[in-house]
C-alpha cells in the first residue's frame, strides 16, 4: 500500500521519461516556421510591446489597448523575450513548455485514479502522441497552458484524499486558469465541483488548506482585474467579459465563426487512430461510472465537449 500511495524512484523516473519526451516532441523545429496571423500574432506582437514598453500591467495591441485576454502567456512570451530575444522560437517557448507538461501530469492524475500503472502509461501516451494536442500546444496559443492547468487542479484534488495540504494546488490552479483564459475557469471550475460532489469529496469545501490555496491563486487575479476597471472603466467590463467571454456562445468573434458541433466534427477528423478507443472508453467509463474515473471522464466528457459545441467561435 505505501508502494501505492507514494512514488518510488520509479514513479519518478515515468514522470521524468514522460516529461522528456514531450518537451523533446514538442520543441522540434518549433521556430522553423512563422506565427499564425490570428492567434499567434496576437500574442507576439502584444508581449513585443510589454518588452519594449516595459508596461507590464496593462497590454498593448500596436498601440491600443488590449482587452480580450488575461496576461500571463502574454507576460511569459515577454519574459522569453528578454531572456533569449524576439523570435518564433521564443515566442512559441512558454505554451510549448507549459503544453509538453501536461504529458507528465496526465500520468501523475491516472496513476491517482487507477492505483495500476499501465493505465496512467497508456493515457499519458496517447495525450503524448495526439495531433490536435500537439500541432496546437506547439503553437503560441493558450489552450495547451489551460489544459495542463486543469490537470494540475485535478491531480491536486486527486491527491487531498492521501493528504488534505494538496488542497492549495486546487486554488491556485484555478487562479492560473483564470488568469490564463478569463471566465474559462468557471466552466472547468464547475467540473470539478461536480467531481467534488459525484466522488463525495465536499468535505474538502471545510479544508483551511483549499481556502487558503484560493485566497493565494485569486488575489493577484482579482488584483489585475480591479486594476483594469479603473484604469479603463465599464469599458474593461464590455470588452472582456460581455464581447469576448459571453458573445462567444451564441455569435462569431473577429470572424472566427463555425456550426454548432464545430469542435466535435474536429476532434472526429484530428484524433485517429486514438479515435476508435474514445467510444469504448465511454462505455466503460458509463459502466463504471460510481468509480472516481468513470464519474470523471463522464463529466468531463458532456461538461466540457457539451459546452464548446454550442460556442458561435471557432477560436
Known amino acids: 500500500m505505501a508502494r501505492t500511495l507514494h512514488p518510488s524512484l520509479t514513479e519518478t523516473q515515468y514522470f521524468l521519461g514522460f516529461f522528456l519526451l514531450a518537451v523533446f516532441l514538442w520543441f522540434i523545429s518549433l521556430g522553423d516556421l512563422p506565427l499564425r496571423d490570428w492567434d499567434e500574432g496576437t500574442r507576439g506582437l502584444i508581449a ?14 500596436q498601440g491600443k489597448p488590449y482587452l480580450l ?29 507549459s503544453s509538453a507538461c501536461g504529458v ?7 496513476r491517482e485514479l487507477f492505483r495500476q500503472r499501465l493505465p496512467a502509461v497508456l493515457a499519458a501516451s496517447v495525450y503524448l502522441t495526439l495531433l490536435p494536442v500537439v500541432r496546437h500546444g506547439r503553437l503560441a496559443m493558450l489552450d495547451g497552458m489551460v489544459v495542463t492547468f486543469f490537470l494540475l487542479l485535478i491531480g491536486c484534488l486527486l491527491k487531498t484524499r492521501q493528504d488534505r495540504r494538496w488542497a492549495v494546488g486546487i486554488g491556485i490552479s484555478l487562479g492560473l486558469i483564470a488568469f490564463t483564459k478569463g471566465i474559462l475557469v468557471l466552466l472547468l471550475g464547475a467540473i470539478a465541483f461536480l467531481f467534488l460532489l459525484a466522488d463525495n469529496q465536499l468535505v ?17 487575479v482579482i488584483a489585475w482585474y480591479i486594476a483594469q476597471w479603473q484604469h479603463y472603466g465599464a469599458t474593461f467590463w464590455e470588452v472582456h467579459i460581455q464581447a469576448q467571454g459571453l458573445a462567444r456562445v451564441s455569435e462569431s468573434v473577429e470572424g472566427n465563426s463555425g456550426s ?9 477528423k484530428y484524433s485517429l487512430p486514438w479515435l476508435f478507443f474514445w467510444f469504448g472508453g465511454l462505455v466503460l467509463a458509463w459502466k463504471n461510472r460510481r468509480k472516481s474515473w468513470g464519474s470523471l471522464v463522464l463529466i468531463g466528457t458532456v461538461g466540457y465537449l457539451g459546452s464548446i459545441s454550442l460556442r458561435g467561435t471557432t477560436a
Do not use: H, N, Q
Open 48 to 61: 513585443r510591446e510589454i518588452y519594449r514598453s516595459g508596461d507590464w500591467l496593462y497590454p498593448k495591441l
Open 204 to 220: 474538502l469545501l471545510r479544508s483551511r488548506y483549499f481556502w487558503i490555496g484560493i485566497l493565494f491563486g485569486t488575489t493577484p
Open 69 to 97: 485576454k488575461p496576461p500571463l502567456m502574454d507576460w511569459l512570451i515577454a519574459l522569453s523575450y528578454k531572456l533569449w530575444g524576439v523570435g518564433e522560437f521564443t515566442t512559441r517557448l512558454p505554451g510549448a513548455f
Open 104 to 110: 507528465p501530469l496526465l500520468y501523475f492524475v491516472g
Open 260 to 268: 454548432p458541433g464545430y469542435y466535435v466534427w474536429e476532434l472526429l
